[in-house]
């Protein structure tokens, strides 16, 4: 029988990973997916939804009060390679198929890939990335994805790299009064991230994925 995960550790919820969970909900996924992206159950995903939807219907009726931005995925998108890193793109409001081929893999992905030998992309399943328009666009593209597999555990690094950014945005002296703001200060960390830490994320995988193997799929230190 496989090592069950060690429930301590299962307590809390960071800040990163309510980003995680909430970005998930948006991009469509269901709260048993999305459980078994985060390794939490799914009734963990339906509690911090609820507060989501709870806190922006409170937002709405006060109208005022400062804002906050609490996580780095609700206001943007980026990517990552071995040896570099992509603009930070603004997308307002959910995300459809449309708007991923039009404002996302036309303006910005595919110039990536192009700068990069051999470029394999990688992306989850979420509703907008596996639509018909979108693979069409692909197939036309002739671009090369890495397979992923329904229910995956979300192993990607750009996950890590989002963290740093996470850290960094904590130790603003201040909040950010609204949202060009908070965009500008995410761009302004990602831009000053060293490479070298990015390539140690790449330089681990064979490890991360060892650990994932050894636990079965599992909670891992990563």
């Known amino acids: 029988m496989p090592p069950q995960p060690n429930k301590e550790k299962f307590q809390r919820l960071t800040n990163f990973e309510r980003g995680r969970i909430i970005n998930l909900q948006e991009g469509g996924f269901s709260y048993r997916a999305i459980g078994a992206c985060v390794q939490r159950n799914s009734s963990t995903v339906m509690r911090v939804w609820k507060q989501r939807t709870d806190e922006h219907r409170t937002t709405r009726k006060t109208g005022s009060g400062r804002r906050k931005w609490p996580n780095t995925r609700s206001y943007g998108l980026g990517a990552v390679s071995y040896h570099g890193r992509s603009n930070l793109l603004r997308i307002e409001g959910n995300l459809n198929s449309n708007t991923y081929v039009h ?117 891992t230190k990563y």
């Open 103 to 219: 404002e996302v893999l036309q303006p910005e992905v595919i110039p990536f890939l192009q700068g990069i030998l051999g470029a394999i992309f990688q992306q989850d399943n979420a509703r907008p990335h596996v639509a018909k328009t979108v693979r069409d666009f692909f197939s036309v593209q002739h671009m090369q994805l890495l397979p992923w597999a329904a229910y995956s555990p979300d192993m990607s690094l750009i996950e890590h790299v989002w963290d740093l950014v996470d850290r960094c945005l904590a130790r603003e002296p201040r909040p950010a009064a609204s949202k060009d703001e908070h965009l500008l200060r995410i761009q302004a960390i990602l831009n000053s991230l060293p490479q070298t830490d990015i390539q140690n994320l790449f330089n681990s995988l064979p490890r991360r994925i060892a650990a994932f193997i050894a636990a079965y799929g599992g909670y």
